[in-house]
């Protein structure tokens, strides 16, 4: 939990020295590229949290690979350095990503559907998503198989749920009373 808000309190750092550059967006791609290394390369992560590699080393091994990062991503690296938190960095990252969004009226939604969308069904999503919200949305397709078709719809804290595994459910509970 401390880590959280630590990371929290980076990130707000950052995007406050990044709008002020006027560079948010572009840092913002920074840390999604920070993210999706740290998720994907299970050595980085490990590399990253490691007590016992140097400091110093994280902080140039990180200037290596994200060699093309923003000037403030690089400030970031530093400041981790000056205050050993580099185990947190995937944190601050996804921390920047929802403050960034927050900040631009972006919300993210997620629709699960048992086959992949097609574009013609994906504007049909967002049209109902326009419904919903008045920001801008990041949609994101999870396939799950087990829902059987329809599509279930999470938008912040809320969820649409037209799956045909879910209107199942409901006739199975109806006939169990």
């Given at each position: 939990?401390?880590?959280?808000?630590?990371?929290?309190?980076?990130?707000?750092?950052?995007?406050?020295?990044?709008?002020?550059?006027?560079?948010?967006?572009?840092?913002?791609?920074?840390?999604?590229?920070?993210?999706?290394?740290?998720?994907?390369?299970?050595?980085?992560?490990?590399?990253?949290?490691?007590?016992?590699?140097?400091?110093?080393?994280?902080?140039?091994?990180?200037?290596?690979?994200?060699?093309?990062?923003?000037?403030?991503?690089?400030?970031?690296?530093?400041?981790?350095?000056?205050?050993?938190?580099?185990?947190?960095?995937?944190?601050?990252?996804?921390?920047?990503?929802?403050?960034?969004?927050?900040?631009?009226?972006?919300?993210?939604?997620?629709?699960?559907?048992?086959?992949?969308?097609?574009?013609?069904?994906?504007?049909?999503?967002?049209?109902k998503i326009a419904t919903f919200t008045s920001k801008k949305v990041n949609l994101t397709n999870v396939v799950d198989p087990?829902?059987?078709?329809?599509?279930?719809?999470?938008?912040?804290?809320?969820?649409?749920?037209?799956?045909?595994?879910?209107?199942?459910?409901?006739?199975?509970?109806?006939?169990?009373?």
């Amino acid at each position: 939990m401390a880590g959280s808000r630590a990371a929290i309190r980076y990130a707000k750092a950052i995007l406050d020295i990044a709008q002020g550059n006027n560079n948010s967006e572009k840092v913002l791609a920074d840390m999604n590229t920070i993210v999706s290394a740290v998720k994907e390369s299970k050595e980085l992560k490990l590399f990253l949290e490691s007590p016992i590699v140097n400091v110093q080393t994280k902080r140039n091994a990180l200037v290596e690979v994200f060699a093309s990062a923003q000037p403030e991503t690089k400030a970031l690296f530093q400041l981790l350095l000056e205050n050993k938190r580099f185990g947190i960095l995937a944190s601050i990252g996804d921390q920047y990503q929802e403050l960034y969004n927050e900040a631009n009226g972006i919300e993210n939604a997620v629709v699960t559907t048992a086959v992949p969308l097609d574009a013609a069904l994906e504007d049909k999503v967002l049209a109902k998503i326009a419904t919903f919200t008045s920001k801008k949305v990041n949609l994101t397709n999870v396939v799950d198989p087990a829902i059987i078709g329809g599509f279930v719809l999470r938008i912040g804290d809320q969820q649409y749920n037209a799956s045909v595994a879910n209107r199942l459910l409901q006739l199975k509970r109806e006939f169990s009373n």
